[in-house]
């Protein structure tokens, strides 16, 4: 199969073309294969080839509803056995996964053969892909940006035309934020929808979510009806949709009641383009029949910060420990994550589970907002897709970092209480680019975001949307709409097109 042709189809079209015997699946592969090589140098997305066990998987029955669709893991909690999982760092490289996690066994299940692992930051922790272990992750739509993370290499992938869609997880916003960044469709669904399992029960304290990005709605929402089940073993289990999430979206969404804001729920500056594009998106939200007004939830978007960093500090030294415990050392980790590391080791267990336990204060606010209001309309980035660099520390405070981190004097300090305000400047300089995505996180309810707006410098720009508990399938349906009524799918870099 051509690119021309390969790079024209979701990946439900795809599946069908093979099914009708139009093109096969190790045709679709070459041509995933090549554009993969193409697209490498400008974006670095893929840091794993797979090809080997992609041609293996060729030889035996392709069935399900992908079959034959190339497709990509990300490398982060998607173990795939035989194969470490290497969170992008030199710390897991060289650990091999026992089994298959269940969204990896459900991905095969449903015939999509696996040639790749993407990019990204390491553990996971940043909204920017750029690791020590496997480098930087370059927006398709301009290399000099990044794409976002931690799905970074994921949504590079799609937007430069490798795949239609690739698996991703959301912990903070790591599916909608690189989804924003490049153009592209990103759901994060509700807590427990989809299984984490067997390594985790509620990966992230249940914060993170498993999902794909995608360049059509019912691609999202074909992936969604494979990956929505519990597991034996799981923690709990949340009621299942009516019907498939692929029929739901076929159906009008009715009149909605959207309340938006384009605020910082932390009080850090919003781009103009941020603004404009919630602005567009509340006037087209009118004109296709909904009731769209001003307003939040009642949250303490500061509070809200704060709590979400500690998730960092509970899990990342577990993850230090994991590694450490199968023979990594702490100088395979970066700077940053032993900063975190030592940060978080420092905190007591009353001091994480307070903070864990102020997620249903959050939980209990947005209900009462959902109780006025359908959605919540908000930009999924407060600024287009940043240049490479912006938001790290300064080189003199790497330094001094450096310098407290070898010397134990983090620790001390941590321990001492006197870095209690350095923690709040984390917590808001970290989230001033991306203040909007983790109240879905540590509420578990679905929101996704929308590729409605390009900046004037033809930078994506996507605008979220946050549901009830359960709801995907409103949200699916009004994604839809908007697809229909704004079309992105043809929408893809000048270069990827030039092929």
Known sequence: MKFSDYVQHDAVALAEIVARGEASAGELLDAALAQSARAQPRTNAVCRLMEREARAQLKGPLQGPFAGVPFLLKDCAQD???????????????????????????????????????????????GVSDS??????????????????????????????????????????SIRIPAACCGLFGLKPSRGRISSGPAYGEYWFGASSEGVISRSVRDTAAA??????????????????????????????????????????????????????????????????????????????????R?????????????????????????????????????GGARSAGALTMQLLKWNDFARALARFHARFDLLLTPTLAHPPIRHGWGDPAPAEQ?????????GLL??????GLLDGTVDKIARESLQYVPFTQLANLTGTPAMSVPLHW???GLPLGVQFAARFGEEDRLLQLARQLEQARPWFGRLPEWVMAA
Not at 160 to 168: R, T, W
Not at 399 to 407: K, S, Y
Not at 411 to 416: D, E, I, P, Q, V
């Open 455 to 457: 900046t004037a410098d």
């Open 132 to 173: 020590k272990l496997c480098g930087r992750v370059n927006n398709p739509w301009n290399g000099d940006h990044t794409p976002g993370g931690s799905s970074g290499g994921a949504a590079a992938a799609v937007a430069s035309g490798v795949v239609p869609m690739a698996a991703g997880n959301d912990g903070g916003g």
């Open 307 to 343: 709590s979400f960093l500690h998730i960092y500090f509970g899990q990342v030294p577990a993850m230090v420990a994991k590694a450490r415990a199968q023979g990594a050392s702490l100088s395979d980790f970066e700077l940053l994550t032993r900063v975190v590391a030592t940060l």
């Open 399 to 407: 330094i001094v970092l450096a310098v407290l981190d070898r010397t």
């Open 224 to 305: 969604l009806d494979l990956l929505t089940g519990t597991e034996a073993g799981d923690p709990f289990a949340i009621a299942g949709p009516r019907e498939s999430y692929a029929e739901s979206m076929q159906r009008d969404p009715g009149r909605l009641r959207i309340g938006f804001s384009a605020a910082s729920p932390i009080g850090t500056d919003v781009h103009p383009e941020a603004v404009a594009a919630v602005n567009d998106a509340a006037k087209l939200l009118q004109t296709l029949g909904h009731e769209v007004e001003e307003a939040v939830p009642e949250i303490d978007g500061a509070a809200l910060a």
């Open 80 to 126: 795939f056995a035989g194969l470490p999982t290497t969170y992008a760092s030199r710390a897991f490289a060289k650990i091999p996964a026992p089994e298959h996690a269940h969204v990896v066994r459900r991905h095969l299940a449903a015939g999509l053969v696996i040639f790749g692992k993407t990019n990204l930051p390491e553990l996971a922790l940043k």
């Open 411 to 416: 620790g001390l300090l941590a321990r001492a």
